[in-house]
């Protein structure tokens, strides 16, 4: 990318503090303040860095720890509910209802890669910084190295973590237990800004079409009180918020997945969008908006539809405020 092309893509704002080559602190600022698109909070992800940066525990300790906090041990369970009809079913929606909840074969992240997990994450953290938000949510895998190799204040991605980046997008999700569709397959795709529009007061972008125009009938028919708060998700964009989850889940992939799509994978990447209710911050993001107004109004139109429902099968919480168009 020509740095004339570069520039006049990025706000005239983000453009001049490019210029002005900002310098990325290593800090999380304000630790009370979520992640813009989930319920992730930094003081979260600092605690979470810290712990997986100290040394591993006794072994016996960690195991009665681990089962303290509410793992579900769910071989001692299917004995149980092998006299129902549907075992299986009833422990997978258990799952889902505890989806915070570490369960017995969830799969982690091997203790090896954790190095390269958080400095991954913090590079790409750096890239977001300088570029802005909302440009970052539209950034593709290839424009993310070019301003790696460009911008000091961010430096090159190194070849360990450009290998755990693709391993993420090439991994099985079911592993995981995630069930969902792989919508985007190709690592270097390119998200074309002609077919784009920035939603003015949101900081997000949605396709043109049908994701614009029926975020625009659906505002209009609720009102003033709902509004945009997820939009187009680059595969760097998604690929930041599941590893955000997954130092927040201290290496748990299979509970990252239960709340944040794995890369490749989430339909916000193809034209689905997030809505929420105006000042509601990162409780737009949990249950509690299914009991707003808004939601209600939503379900009164008749024509909205939720991607992942209540009782879902796809290995993912219920999520009330994702917005289905593909």
């Known amino acids: ?37 989930t319920d992730i909070e930094a003081r979260q992800i600092y605690n979470s860095i810290r712990l997986m940066k100290s040394k591993a ?5 960690f195991l009665q720890a681990f089962t303290s906090v509410g793992a579900v041990r769910e071989s001692e369970q299917e004995v149980i509910l092998s006299q129902t009809e549907t075992p299986s079913r009833f422990s997978y929606l258990s799952k889902m209802r505890n989806y915070e909840s570490p369960h017995e074969k969830d799969l982690y992240l091997p203790k090896a890669q954790y190095p390269v997990l958080i400095s991954t994450f913090k590079r790409l ?7 802005g938000h909302g440009n970052f949510n539209v950034l593709g895998f290839d424009e993310m190295q ?3 190799r460009r911008y000091s204040a961010v430096g090159r991605f190194s070849r360990q973590e450009n ?14 237990g995630f069930l969902g569709e792989k919508v985007t397959t190709d690592l270097t795709s390119l998200i074309s800004r002609k077919n784009t529009k920035k939603i003015g ?12 125009a029926l975020y625009k009938k659906l505002k209009a028919d609720v009102g003033e009180t709902i509004t ?7 595969v760097v964009k998604q690929t930041h918020l599941f590893i955000a989850k997954t130092i927040q889940s201290e290496g748990n ?3 990252a997945s239960r709340s944040l799509a794995p890369p490749g994978h989430s339909y916000h990447g193809v034209g689905d969008f997030d809505v929420g209710k105006v000042g509601y911050g990162s409780k737009n993001f949990t249950e509690a908006f299914s009991s707003t107004d808004e939601f209600k109004k939503l379900v009164d139109l008749g024509y909205v539809s939720i991607r992942y429902p209540r009782n879902n099968m796809l290995g993912v919480r219920y999520e009330p405020w994702h917005i289905k168009v593909v």
């Not at 290998?163 to 995981?176: G, Q």
């Open 163 to 176: 290998d755990f980046f693709e391993s993420l997008f090439l991994a099985n999700a079911k592993d995981y």
């Open 228 to 234: 945009l708060t997820s939009g187009i998700r680059s």
């Open 201 to 212: 007061k949101t900081g997000h972008f949605l396709y043109r079409g049908s994701s614009e």
């Open 253 to 255: 992939l299979s509970k």
């Open 1 to 37: 990318m020509h740095r004339r092309a570069f520039l006049r893509f990025f706000s005239v704002g983000t453009a001049a503090a490019v210029s002005a080559q900002l310098f990325y602190r290593e800090t999380f600022g304000n630790l009370d303040v979520a992640f813009e698109d």
């Open 125 to 131: 953290s750096r890239v977001q910084q300088l570029v």
């Open 57 to 61: 525990p006794d072994s016996r300790e």
């Open 146 to 148: 070019q301003i790696g």
